[in-house]
C-alpha cells in the first residue's frame, strides 16, 4: 500500500469536523494508513447520525484488519442503512475473526438482502470456517449453505449431497445431482444410476449428464434402457440431449464435431426442454428455412430507414448500430449452417470408426442436426458387431425420421 501523503493526526482531526465530505475522505484515507492509532478514532463514527459516515467508517476498519473492530462491526449488522450494513459484513470478512461467523451465517440462513455479499466474506475465512457452518447446515438443511459447503471442499461434501439426494424436494435433488458429477468422485456412480429410475425426465437428464461428466461407462446400459421414445420433440427431449452429451465424453468425439468447422455457437433454442446449439437447430429448420431467415436478416441490414423523430449524428448512431447488430447475426447464423454441413459430414465419417463408443456417439448425435444425408448410414449401422452401437442407430434412425417428417409436414 503506498504511503500517505497526509499526515495520521491531520486525518483524525477531519474526521471529526463539520464537514461530511471530509470526513468520509478522512475515514478512507485513515482505513489505508495501516496506522493502528486510526481503530480507536474509527469506531466511534461507526454510531455517527450519518449514515455516510458510518459506512465508510466501517470499510476503514476492515482495511486495517484490526480485532478490536469486531464486536462493533457485528452491532453495525443491524445498522439501519443496508449499505453500512453491507460494508460491515465486507470488514468482517476481510478481518477474519471466527467469533463473527455465527452472526453471518445467520444472516445467510434468514435469506436477507446482504446475502450474497455474506457469501463472499465467508469465502475469505477459508476452511477455518467449515466447522461452524457444518453446524448451521446441520439445524437448518439450507441449500445456499449447502453450496457453499460444497464448494469450499469441506472433506464430507459427499456424504451431505448424498443426504441433499434423498430429499422430497425436487429442487434440492437436482441441486445434489449435479454437485455429484462437479465433484468427480466416483463414489457417486451407483447414486446416480440409481436416480435413472425416476419418472421424472428432468431427474432422468440431470442424472445422465452427471454420469458422462463422471466418465461413467459402466452405466451404460442403464441408460441405454431410457431410450424408449424416438421423439426428439417430446418430453423425454431433455434426457436424450443429455445422453447424445455423455455418449460425445465417453467417446471422446466432442472436439472432433467443434473442429470440423469451428466457432463459439451458444444454445440459443429448446426443444423438449433439451437447450440445442445453433447449429443443431439451423438442421431442424431446414435448408428452406434457412435461407429465409439468411434472407430476411439481409434485407433488414440494407432496408433498415432511419426513425423520421431522429436526426443527424444520432440517427447515423443508430442506424449504425442496427446494421452491424444485423450483419453479426447474419454471419452467426450462416457459419452455424456450414458448421452443420461439415459437422454431419465428420459424423457420418465416426460411424465407421475402430472404437464402438465413437459410433454409438456419432450415431446418439446425428438426429439432432436434421440431415437426411445421415439415414442411410445410419440404417447400415443397424448391422454393427457392436450391441450398444446397434440399440443407438435403431433409436436414431427412428428418430431422425421423425424429425424429417414433422419438418416435412410443418412446411419447414
Known sequence: MPKLDIPVELLIQQLHGPDWTARCDAARLLGQSGDSRAVDVLLPDLSDPDWRVRRNAAQALGALRDKRAVEPLLASLQDRTMTVRQRAIVALGRIKDIQALPALLDILLENKHESCDVSKAIRKFGKKALPEMVKAFQRSNDQGLFLLLVEMKYEGAFDLILKYLESDKPSARLTAIRELGKLGNKRAIPHLINQLKHNDSTTQGEAVRALGILGATEAIPSMLDLLEDDEL??????????????????????????????????????????????????????????????????????????????????????????????????????????????????????????????????????????????????????????????IAATWAVNALQKAVSYRKQSGM
Do not use: C
Not at 455418449?247 to 472432433?256: C, D, H, M, Y
Not at 475402430?354 to 449401422?381: C, F, H, I, M, V
Open 233 to 390: 420433440y417430446g418430453p423425454h427431449a431433455s434426457v436424450y440431449h443429455a445422453m447424445t452429451e455423455a455418449f460425445q465424453i465417453f467417446g471422446e468425439i466432442g472436439n472432433e464435431i467443434k473442429n470440423a468447422f469451428p466457432g463459439n455457437y451458444p444454445a440459443l433454442f429448446n426443444m423438449g426442454s433439451a437447450p440445442i446449439s445453433l447449429p443443431e437447430a439451423m438442421g431442424m429448420l431446414g435448408n428452406d428455412q434457412s435461407n429465409i431467415l439468411s434472407d430476411a436478416l439481409s434485407k433488414f441490414q440494407t432496408g433498415f430507414t432511419k426513425p423520421d423523430n431522429l436526426t443527424g449524428p444520432v440517427a447515423d448512431a443508430v442506424h449504425k448500430a442496427m446494421e452491424d447488430m444485423t450483419w453479426k447475426f447474419g454471419v452467426m447464423f450462416a457459419d452455424a449452417s456450414d458448421a452443420k454441413q461439415d459437422r454431419v459430414v465428420r459424423l457420418i465419417e465416426l460411424l465407421k470408426s475402430d472404437s464402438n463408443l465413437k459410433r454409438s456417439a456419432a450415431a446418439l448425435t446425428l438426429p439432432w442436426y436434421g440431415d437426411e444425408r445421415s439415414l442411410e448410414p445410419l440404417k447400415q449401422s443397424l448391422q454393427d458387431k457392436d450391441e450398444t452401437t446397434r
